[in-house]
């Protein structure tokens, strides 16, 4: 009997243990999730988030992009934090987040229009060939030495830069998936601007051989390994100002 006794008082013991974080983590939440210009935070949350803002104002950070900035977190934390996620654990301390802010590497890539995602898709793609047909030409050159081992010079090279990069663009803008939600007008768009790209570029490359070859003569393969150097430093370069947008992830954002 005694035993039993202490077996019970031991349970006991334990169901008001339990009971007692029950009650502790409820008002914990009750005192952590708080209303207010951060509503629905936890506290270390929205401490997180008022020591940001007013880091922000030290800084005489422009107001425009602090709200952005500061809706932005607010969103993320509000969504992350349902798994337990903290913001020291996002983003590191305050303090590290806001010179992040003033460094320009936690700004999101602005909605841009169709005409801008078209140009700026145009360019990058232009670029990527650019490079990659240097590349060719090169290599054609140094292990072919006849004159006409490559196929055009620096017109064609430029041409068929200009004609990819402007044609990819196109195509993929033309199939935003917001343009072809059912998978059967997919298809047939797909055949029919993959069929005016070839046309485009059938004309275009008429167009490019009736250049007399005094006009349009075969460089250098060094010239060509400089060049693409040159178009691989400029690329990256435009991309960490102007953000070239990912194919298949940012067509279509207006």
Not at 210 to 217: A, D, F
Request: some cysteine.
């Amino acid at each position: 009997m005694g035993g039993l006794s202490l077996k019970e008082e031991t349970v006991r013991e334990k169901n008001e243990k339990a009971a007692q974080r029950q009650e502790k983590h409820q008002e914990h939440a009750e005192v952590t999730v708080r209303d207010g210009e951060f509503a629905g935070l936890t506290k270390r949350n929205e401490d997180f988030m008022f020591h940001l803002n007013k880091n922000l104002d030290n800084y005489n950070y422009d107001l425009e992009k602090k709200e952005v900035v500061l809706n932005e977190t607010y969103r993320e934390l509000l969504n992350k934090q349902k798994s337990g996620v903290t913001a020291a654990k996002l983003y590191g301390t305050v303090t590290e987040y806001t010179e992040k802010i003033m460094q320009g590497q936690t700004q999101k890539k602005e909605e841009r229009s169709t005409s801008k995602t078209f140009w700026l898709m145009a360019l990058d793609n232009g670029l990527i060939m650019f490079i990659m047909f240097c590349v060719m030409y090169a290599l054609v050159g140094f292990f072919d030495k006849s004159k006409n081992a490559v196929n055009g010079g620096w017109v064609t090279l430029l041409g068929t830069s200009v004609i990819a990069g402007v044609g990819l663009a196109f195509f993929y803008v033309m199939m935003d998936p917001n343009k072809t939600k059912q998978s059967n007008h997919k298809v047939i768009r797909g055949i029919v601007v993959t069929l005016e790209l070839i046309a485009i570029w059938m004309v275009a490359f008429g167009l490019i051989a009736l250049i007399p070859v005094k006009y349009n003569q075969t460089l250098n393969p060094i010239v060509y390994i400089i060049l693409g150097v040159i178009a691989f430093g400029a690329r990256y370069f435009l991309n960490q100002t102007l953000h070239f947008p990912k194919m298949g992830r940012d067509v279509g954002r207006r």
